[in-house]
């Protein structure tokens, strides 16, 4: 199988996506101990520890923007519109999706806004593009 830049991309974003939660379920089992972890009935019950909350957002905030960015990308691969471009787009939305990951949960202000703006721009890239 020869995937596209684009969809390899899109798959590395999906993986890493579903992977932001681990460290602060294992944080959530810490706390709380692996039991009530897991018999929750009530999810809502927040972290204690500020940066697994800030983690849980910022995870909450990778699920939104993903919900954009992949139809975008499946469009270019459906419609075959590939270019260089696309493909930069795609790879930069993924290293800042990461990039605002790890400064969202250290909680580093300007640095994550900056990060999420190049995410959108990389968005935004890949949305023109297709508009034409």
Known sequence: MNLSTEIYWLVLTCLMTSLFWVPYIINR???NG??????NPYPDVGAKRAWAQR???AHE???ENLVVFAPLVILVEVLQV???YTAWASMIYFYSRLGHFIV???AIPILRVVL???GFAAQMTIGLHLLG
Do not use: D
């Open 104 to 106: 969202f949960s250290f």
């Open 55 to 57: 983690m849980i957002c």
């Open 61 to 63: 905030n990778a699920v």
């Open 29 to 31: 089992m810490i706390e």
């Open 82 to 84: 590939n270019t260089e």
């Open 34 to 39: 692996p039991l009530k972890a897991i018999w």
């Open 116 to 118: 999420y703006l190049l």
